[in-house]
């Protein structure tokens, strides 16, 4: 499905996450698909969906009653790397999605 963008969008981190599942669970096309697509899983495609993740995290959480606190980004002071969304759900707790990538 996401190999092929049937009904979703396209994303080789996604087929290659179900597919690796569906192999290690004794299913040979997921385990044969898995690494076929392994070589094209470089760390920008990783790094982009891991961020678009976040993104995708905070804007629902905006649209669902929550409080906006710190829009996706990088935050230097904490690493270079560190992407980090947070945000103040109706019950008034502090959320952060994070993550520290290549």
Do not use: C
Not at 36 to 62: V, W
Not at 87 to 102: H, K, Q, R, S, T
């Amino acid at each position: 499905m996401y190999a092929k963008g049937e009904g979703v969008a396209p994303s080789n981190v996604l087929a290659h996450a179900w597919a690796s599942i569906a192999g290690q669970n004794g299913e040979e096309k997921g385990r044969v698909l898995a690494e076929k697509l392994e070589p094209e899983l470089t760390p920008n495609s990783l790094r982009f969906f891991e961020r678009q993740r976040i993104r995708t995290f905070y804007d629902a959480a905006l649209t669902t009653g929550a409080a906006g606190y710190e829009a996706p980004g990088i935050r230097e002071q904490f690493h270079p790397q560190y992407f980090a969304a947070s945000f103040y759900d109706p019950g008034g707790n502090n959320v952060e999605a994070v993550f520290i990538g290549p």
